[in-house]
């Protein structure tokens, strides 16, 4: 008899199909991983599992936990279940604690509600949940409150908060997608050894095929759904029978086709940043004390000349986005200046000369939020004429609109709609058909990749290869993910702490990093081939055993 | 926490000195000046001069200014020019009528508006939310003083549980007090209970729908559970601010009730002494009223801090 098994799951939200059919099955001790892009189903047969449900749910089929089914359980059964033998760790550790209790009380409560111990004993309890996720009583007291910790800190509280209780059962859907790579590499050695330590069964949900490679036994891939291969890792990625599978599979890695950029030295660089310095005032201490300062960007100068690809990667509060900002002359700089294609950009002191601002542009990483939904794309997309001394109007405008949505991949009929009505994949081709536009010569990409399920990357980066290829933009790619930073840039540079700590041509740095924090980096980074490499050996190792 | 409460109070005296000087500065830029003003356009130069002479306006602005703040602090607010009598007599009858009201109103309205307001976001989109919703829509369309006159002829008219209004003064007893301004306070109170019972209401569901509450529910906690251990506290904050307008709001602001009842409050004096203009009561009044204010805004901020503690390391 499995831990859990899932037969034959249904499930409707106001009669609109969301699972068909879902049949997966874990053992005890053993991690289960379910792969899936955005909408696949993943998240929902998770919640199915819980009883946790939105309105307006039907499900049908059968799931049972150590033979026990959860069709007959009543509510009031699912709240005994639910925290004590299914523990559940989410997405967002930045919102999943409640921000007015402290974590002490928050792990208390799972064990306050499900055994009849004092609070006392519920304390202790929760001090030891809190020591086995790493979280050490002289660093972290149980009266902290949230705010003070970090993310992985944070979701080291969601973990222990699940964990205390020791169920048999722990779902985790995408645990370290919020989190910077060291910090992804340490929560899921942690949930590994709590797996094995406890013989609990894990499910982990997860978009990286990487990361479930590494630390599922058994992998199940959805699919709008519905569950379309599943099997043991390492056969299972090594076969790779169904076409989705391996459409994912090749996506996960994609790295574009670019040809290798001229650099002409005699031209002046794109951008050039010498010795910038960017302080934040840090609230007062006292109502007559100078307020301090944090120094966000110490002294950092680099150049991208036309047409190259320059990647800027480091770890959150590492500087990066301050650094974008500064770039784009959003913020005012306390010390260096910046020149675009030669001309003083901005400085300390002098703000940014807005003749150049027209050579510069940026698109972000949300394509949700980065639009004014009551525009449509023909007004959204032409917004940087303003930077223009004779903006086009008339039919050189309409042929300037069609042109840029064209170059993006999109219709010129797009132009007219609203941008609700666009996928997200479509909504970072608009951002980046903003950007060109006005031709500028670099585009910031902050992060512009990182929300989008790996086979809308795929075409994006593709999308961004052929566009350097052609218009020898540059650009200045920014993100946590080394692996997208490899495959679509020619030189690269690692920040830490304010600083660039490292710099070289791509390959060179992936292959032979010399900054011990680019060597950490890396060694973090989740390698889909390398990991079934290392679970092969292990298992081979086992079976001759 | 202490020096949160330290930089709240600091910024609460500087917000007072600030106040005072600006209403000071507006009763200084009347045409002509206070003295013309007060005794209007026909008035003897003689009788200008006199009064002039009698509020002291030949001295320099600062040393007015400075007189007015320390006459306050001893307690001296001047002599009414309509009223014959000390301003801070004046002010301190009425402040024990207003101020008492204040706080019944808004306890009525409190205590109205949490559980209904609670009620509607646990019941969402159900037959009890629907009706909540649409009687404090009622509430908050129809006036307050439609609703006075109601009350009045309902309870005192035809029932003849409560009297149509006056104020027998505290000296009459507590009791007697409390119920000659229950109707008044209950007509103050319902369509602030309305607004406060929809803000508490719209705040909890967008609390409910956080990560959090989901975290909770995890862990096994039942959706009560969940909402009275988790989501009530963080709901709070914009109930708190909208407590502290309304404060503000009742103490002054009811002189459409004050007059329906016939009581003495603050809203009546403070209207009276404008038509007359009475600049003295007006001065030392308004100057009152902000104080009060200010106070409770400091003591609503207080209150957030103590709701949530992000916020109690915040800059002043």
């Known amino acids: 008899m499995s831990l859990l098994e899932i037969e034959k799951l249904n499930l409707s939200i106001y009669g609109l199909p969301i699972l068909r059919d879902v049949s997966l099955f874990l053992e005890a001790g053993k991690v289960l991983g379910i792969v899936g892009e955005s909408g696949s189903g993943k998240s929902m047969t998770a919640m199915s599992v819980m009883q946790l449900l939105p309105g307006g749910s039907e499900w049908s089929g059968h799931i049972r936990l150590d033979g026990r089914s959860l069709n007959e359980c009543s509510e009031k059964e699912m709240c005994r279940i639910r925290g004590n033998d299914i523990g559940m760790v989410f997405q967002e550790p930045m919102t999943a604690l409640n921000p007015v209790q402290t974590i002490g009380d928050q792990v208390a409560e799972t064990i306050l509600i499900h055994t009849g111990t004092s609070r006392r004993d519920a304390m202790a309890i929760a001090r030891e949940a809190l020591n086995r996720v790493g979280l050490p009583e002289d660093r972290f007291p149980l009266d902290r409150y949230p705010h003070n910790l970090s993310g992985g800190q944070r979701q080291r509280v969601v973990i222990a908060m699940a964990i205390a209780l020791k169920p048999r059962l722990l779902i985790a859907d995408e645990p370290t997608t919020a989190l910077d790579v060291t910090t992804q590499a340490q929560i899921l050695t942690l949930l590994k050894r709590l797996v094995e330590e406890d013989d609990m069964g894990l499910v982990l949900i997860t978009h990286d095929l990487a990361v479930v490679a590494d630390m599922a036994d058994e992998i199940a891939i959805m699919k709008d759904g519905e569950v379309v291969e599943q099997g043991k890792t390492v056969p299972l990625f090594r076969r790779m029978s169904h076409p989705y599978t391996k459409a994912l599979f090749e996506a996960s890695g994609h790295v574009p086709e670019r040809k290798t950029h001229e650099i002409d030295a005699a031209k002046p660089p794109v951008v050039q940043v010498d010795d910038v310095i960017r302080d934040y005032a840090l609230p007062r201490t006292s109502l007559f004390s100078a307020p301090g300062r944090f120094r966000a960007v110490d002294n950092v100068s680099l150049k991208i000349a036309r047409g190259e690809n320059v990647g800027l990667v480091g770890e959150s509060g590492c500087g990066k986005s301050t650094l974008t900002r500064a770039i784009l002359a959003l913020d005012s700089i306390q010390g260096g200046e910046i020149r675009l294609n030669g001309d003083l950009f901005s400085s300390s002191g002098g703000g940014p000369n807005i003749k150049s601002r027209r050579q510069v542009q940026v698109v972000f990483q949300d394509p949700y939020s980065s639009f004014n939904p009551r525009h449509r794309v023909d007004r959204l997309i032409t917004e940087p004429f303003h930077l223009l001394d004779n903006p086009p109007t008339g039919a050189e405008r309409r042929e300037r609109i069609v042109s840029a949505l064209t170059d993006v991949g999109l219709r010129a009929s797009d132009a007219d709609k609203y941008i609700h009505e666009f996928s997200g994949g479509q909504r970072q081709r608009i951002a980046i058909a903003r950007a060109l536009i006005i031709e500028p010569s670099l585009i910031v990409l902050d992060e512009a990749v990182s929300a989008l399920d790996v086979s809308i990357r795929a075409q994006i980066l593709d999308l961004l290869a052929d566009l350097s290829d052609r218009l020898a933009v540059s650009y200045l790619f920014i993100s946590h993910d080394l692996s997208v930073v490899r495959a679509i840039t020619d030189r690269v540079m690692v920040m830490k702490a304010g600083r660039i700590v490292e710099e070289g041509p791509t390959e060179d740095v992936f292959l032979n990093p010399q900054h011990a924090y680019t060597k950490e980096l890396l060694a973090a980074t989740p390698i889909l081939d390398a990991a079934l490499s290392a679970r092969e050996a292990r298992e081979h190792r086992n079976s001759e055993r | ?316």
């Open chain 2, 1 to 316: 926490m202490l020096p949160f409460l330290a930089r709240r109070i600091g910024s609460l005296a500087l917000s007072l000195i600030a106040a005072s000087i600006v209403i000071f500065l507006v009763i200084e830029v009347v045409p002509g000046d206070p003295a013309s003003f007060m005794l209007g356009l026909n008035a003897a130069p003689d009788t200008v001069a006199a009064l002039r002479d009698s509020l002291g306006l030949d001295a320099p602005a600062f040393v007015r200014y400075w007189e007015w703040i320390t006459g306050m602090f001893r307690g001296e607010f001047g002599t009414s020019y309509t009223y014959k009598v000390p301003v801070g007599n004046l002010i301190a009858d009425r402040v024990w009528v207003s101020l008492p009201l204040t706080i019944y109103a808004l306890t009525l309205s409190t205590l109205i508006a949490f559980p209904v307001g609670v009620l509607a976001a646990a019941r969402r989109n159900s037959p009890t939310d629907v009706s909540i919703m649409g009687v404090t829509q009622l509430g908050i369309a129809v006036p307050n003083f439609w609703f006075a006159m109601l009350l009045q002829l309902v309870f005192a008219g035809i029932l003849r549980w409560f009297s149509a209004g006056g104020f027998p003064g505290w000296d009459a007893g507590f009791w007697a007090g409390m119920k000659a301004m229950t109707l008044p306070a209950v007509a103050l109170a319902l369509p602030q209970a309305s607004i406060l019972a929809r803000v508490m209401r719209s705040s909890l569901l967008d609390t409910l729908g956080e990560d959090f509450i989901r975290t909770a529910r995890a862990k096994g906690l039942s959706r009560r559970q969940a909402l009275w251990r988790h989501a009530i506290r963080n709901a709070l904050i914009p109930v708190l601010t909208i407590i502290g307008l309304q404060f503000s709001f009742l103490l002054a602001g009811a002189i459409i009730i004050e007059r329906i009842f016939y009581f003495p409050g603050m809203g009546s004096l403070i209207f009276q002494a404008i038509t007359q203009r009475d600049l003295i009561v007006v001065k030392s009044a308004v100057m009152l009223l902000v104080f009060a204010v200010i106070l409770v805004t400091f003591l609503v901020d207080v209150t957030y801090a103590i709701a949530d503690p992000r916020l109690r390391r915040a800059r002043s």
